[in-house]
C-alpha cells in the first residue's frame, strides 16, 4: 500500500519509524528538503502542501493520504476524496479543527464544554465584549505552538490582540491541563489513551514536560473519556485525535483545542504503551485491528527546546550525560537549524511513581540544552 504524508517534520519522522514495522511504501511532501522526515521515507517530494495543484498530484500517486500538519490545502483533499482517496482524517474534520472559529462553533453546536466565546474580526469588536475579561484571543488560522495566541487581561491590553477573524473566549482559572489521544477506525470502533497532564512553560506557551498517567480523580478521568469519545465520534471519520481539555479550580472540565493527528502530547507513548500513538495510526490507515493503549509503566516527556539567545547549528549540551541515565529514551529530530522555542527533540522517562518521574524529568531539564 502506497500511503502519503502531507508535512515532514518530527511527527512525520516519527510516523516513518513506526512504519518500517509493517508493508507499506510512505510518499512525503514538504518544502524543505532536508526537513526530519526526508531520509525516512521511501519518496521524498518537495513542494507545498498549501498548493492545490501539489498536493492534488501527490495524492494520485498514492492510495492513502494522512497529515502531520493541520495547514494544508482542503479544497485538494476534497478533489481527491470525491474522486475516491482514502484520507485520514476526512477533509471534512481537517477543515473544521484546522480554523479555531469553526473548532469552537463545532463544539458548541454539539454541546461540548468549551470555554464561553464569541467570534471578532477586528480589535473594535473586541472593546465590545469586555464582559469576556480576562480573556484568551485566538486568531482563526495560522496559529501554531503558542504564536497567534494572545492574553488580554484589561482594556488597556487590547492592541495586542489580533485585527483578523479570531476566537475571544474566557480565561479559564486553570488547576491543570490534560490531553486525550483517541483512535477511530473505519469501522467507528474506538481506542482511548491514559490521559497525560501537560505542564506548560509560561512565557512560550509551549508544553515543557507531561505525566502519564494524569494525575486527576477517577470521576473526572471518566467525564474527560466520556468528552473526548464525543468530540471523535461528532468528527465522523477514522483517525487519530488528541483532545487537549483546561481543568478548573472548581473541578470543571473544558475542552480547549482538538488536533485530527499524531501529537506532542502522545509521544511518551512509543515507549510507554503497548501500542504508540504512531503505530496506532498505521494500524487504522493499513485496517488491522486497533491496538492495546494501555501504559506499561508510567513516563514522563520532557521536550528539548532551542534555547533563548541561540539560532543556528544545533548542539545537544549535556547529550552523553542524559543518555547515561537510567530508563531514559532520547529522540533528536534532526532539524538542522535551532532557535528559541523551537522544538528539537524530547526525553522520554519510565519510572514506578510520581516522585521520580518529576525528580528526574528536572534532572534532565537541567542537564540538556540546545544551543548553537
Known sequence: MKVGILGGGQLGRMLLQAAANYTVETYVLENDKNCPSAHL???????????????YRFGKMVDALTIEIEAVNIAALEQLEAEGLAIYPSPSAIKT?????????FYHEHQIPTAPFVIT???????????????????????????????????????LGFEHPSVLEKMINIHKEIAIIVARNKKGETAIYPPAEMVFDPVLNILEYQIAPARISRELLWKAEAIAIKVVQKLNTAGLFAIEFLIDKDQEIWVNETAP????????????????????????????????????????????LGEPGYTGAPIYEG??????????????????????????????????????????????????????
Request: charged share 20%.
Open 41 to 55: 521515507c521511501h519518496h521524498f517530494v518537495q513542494g507545498s502542501i498549501t498548493d492545490y495543484e501539489t498536493v
Open 97 to 105: 479543527i484546522k480554523n479555531k472559529i469553526h473548532q469552537k462553533q
Open 121 to 159: 474580526e477586528t480589535l473594535n469588536e473586541v472593546m465590545q465584549h469586555t464582559h469576556l475579561f480576562p480573556a484568551v484571543h485566538k486568531i482563526g488560522e495560522g496559529g501554531y505552538d503558542g504564536r497567534g495566541v494572545q492574553i488580554i487581561k484589561n482594556k488597556e491590553e487590547v492592541a
Open 261 to 304: 493527528r499524531v501529537h506532542n502530547s502522545g509521544h511518551h507513548t512509543i515507549e510507554a504503551s503497548y501500542c504508540s500513538q504512531y503505530d496506532m495510526l498505521w494500524r487504522i490507515i493499513l485496517g488491522y485491528p486497533l491496538g492495546n493503549t494501555k501504559l506499561i509503566n508510567p513516563s514522563a516527556m520532557i521536550n528539548l
Open 319 to 372: 547529550l552523553n550525560d542524559v543518555l547515561k541515565v537510567e530508563q531514559a529514551f532520547v529522540h533528536l529530530y534532526g532539524k538542522q537549524t535551532t532557535k528559541p522555542g523551537r522544538k528539537m527533540g524530547h526525553v522520554t522517562l519510565i519510572a514506578k511513581d510520581d516522585g521520580e518521574l518529576i525528580y528526574q524529568a528536572h534532572k534532565i531539564k537541567q542537564l540538556i540544552k540546545v544551543i548553537a
